[in-house]
């Protein structure tokens, strides 16, 4: 487990493995339109962050982070006891970009590409993410995003290419506007239940 706030370099050291693929969980939002922590709520008696991480393992095994911050002490108690790599990003406030920013920044040194996906799309599958991953050629241009609802987003692989730009974000933009960038390639796989994430009680109930 790492925890950016105890961790000297703020970077995780892996191992220089081909089409080396990282999951990445964000889950450090602060739920002000849902009214409480809903990355502890629970869908079928599991937490939604607990959800995204069992998701994320099944496709990437122990390459899996998770970064938090909004109520972070117990969103990690909802977590799985061995859940990978933890990064608490103290930032939080700031938006989502922080998030993918700490992230990009920890594994920089041996990622080959970040599988960005958002603890409370709970409709998405390993399935899904391993069509992804599978889409990618492993080329540095190459951005493979979901395609839902005629757009394009999360879940999503950006190369070591993107890590530069990924590493500047702030604010809550994200990461979108790489998929415009004339230096990338943009290839999708639909997957419509990814269209469906929970921001209140009411998109819980629904599901």
Not at 25 to 30: I, P, R, T, Y
Not at 104 to 121: E, M, N, S, T
Request: hydrophobic share 45%.
């Amino acid at each position: 487990m790492v925890i950016s706030s105890l961790y000297s370099s703020g970077q995780i050291q892996m191992p220089d493995l081909p089409h080396n693929v990282f999951a990445v969980v964000l889950a450090a939002g602060s739920s002000s339109r849902f009214g409480a922590t809903k990355q502890r709520v629970t869908l079928n008696d599991v937490p939604l962050v607990r959800r995204a991480l069992d998701t994320a393992a099944r496709a990437c095994n122990d390459r899996v982070i998770t970064v938090i911050g909004h109520d972070w002490s117990s969103v990690l108690g909802a977590m799985n006891a061995d859940s990978g790599f933890v990064i608490v990003n103290e930032d939080y406030r700031q938006g989502l970009g922080s998030s993918i920013a700490a992230a990009a920044r920890a594994c920089r040194p041996g990622a080959d590409a970040l599988l960005l996906l958002l603890a409370d799309q709970a409709l998405v599958t390993a399935d899904h993410l391993l069509a992804l991953i599978n889409r990618w050629s492993g080329s540095d241009n190459e951005i493979v995003a979901t395609a839902y609802d005629d757009t394009q987003g999360p879940p999503a692989l950006f190369p070591r290419a993107t890590f530069d730009d990924l590493c500047q974000l702030s604010g809550d933009t994200g990461a979108r506007d790489l998929f415009r960038d004339e230096r990338f390639q943009l290839k999708t796989v639909r997957f419509e239940p990814a269209a469906i994430d929970i921001d209140t009680p009411a998109d819980l109930a629904r599901i």
